[in-house]
């Protein structure tokens, strides 16, 4: 039996990672919007972008404190964070669902995502990989770790130096490996079922690509950070 040891240094890393994750949340009083307004679709895209707008700059935040982060060529820094942002949105959202919020905001959420004009085909997938993270049950730490692995994808679109982004991954990838097999000794395979969902997540961008097509379609509007982000408009 291999003894597992998370060195000082990784120790290091993890809490600096955790603490970034935790410190940034969606300000509670646009959560508390989403139980108030009403119920059409068009007032439910309203606070659906206005979370996603807010989620987007909290991520900003997050990335800017992943060590190393800052170290890295400036237009790396905008691809990566252009490249992950759904996958980074859609693992939030997934959590949140899964256990953040009080019992009762989930259903109301759920029940906005469902009328806020995204069709059928795109809700299944969607809602199938928020279970298949809720059955993970994942400690904040691993949470946090594969949200800084997501965005410290190397092969995103435009990134120059990718070998720099990958000795940040990997150095991620080892902590979260090493904190698996402590959480979870007696399932061996925990940490590439957590791998796995970052597949999973990658087909997601593809989904939510159609997503943004079809609601431009319906000529709805984004805020400015979305499309910056997203390159719309
Ligand atoms: C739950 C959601 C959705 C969201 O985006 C909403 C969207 C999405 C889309 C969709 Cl529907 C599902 N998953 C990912 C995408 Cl990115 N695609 O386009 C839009 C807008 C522009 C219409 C953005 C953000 C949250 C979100 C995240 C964190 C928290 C949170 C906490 O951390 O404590 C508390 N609350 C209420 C949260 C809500």
Redesign the pocket.
């Known amino acids: 039996k291999e003894k597992i040891e998370i060195t000082k240094e990784q120790q290091a890393l993890m809490k600096i990672i955790l603490d970034a994750y935790n410190r940034h ?2 300000p509670q009083d646009v ?1 508390k919007k ?1 139980l108030q307004d009403q119920y059409s679709a068009e007032e439910n ?1 309203l606070l ?2 206005e ?2 707008t807010s ?1 987007v700059q909290v991520l900003v935040e997050f990335t800017k404190n992943i060590p190393g982060f800052l170290s890295l060529d400036h237009e790396d820094q905008i691809a990566l964070l252009k490249g992950s942002a ?1 996958e980074a ?2 693992l ?2 997934a959590q ?1 669902f899964s256990r ?2 009080p019992k009762g ?1 989930t259903e109301v ?1 759920e029940a906005r ?1 469902r009328k ?1 004009g ?1 069709s059928e085909e795109f809700m299944t997938p ?1 809602f199938n990989f928020y279970k298949s993270i809720g059955e993970l049950h994942m400690v904040q730490e691993e949470q946090a770790l594969l949200t800084a692995i997501t965005i410290l994808t190397p092969d995103r679109p435009h990134v120059k130096d990718q070998h720099a982004v990958e000795r940040l991954q990997e150095s991620m990838l080892d902590v979260l490996r090493k904190l698996c097999a402590l959480q979870h000794p007696q399932e061996p395979q925990y940490f590439a079922r957590l791998l796995g969902r970052l597949t999973e997540l990658r087909t997601l961008n593809h989904y ?1 690509t159609e ?1 943004l097509t079809s609601w431009r379609m319906n000529d709805h509007k ?1 805020t400015p950070l ?1 499309c910056e982000i997203w390159d719309v408009q």
């Open positions: 949340q969606i959560a989403l895209f659906l972008t979370m996603a989620q759904v949105m859609f939030r959202s949140v953040k919020m905001h959420l995502i806020s995204i969607m939510h997503m984004f979305l």
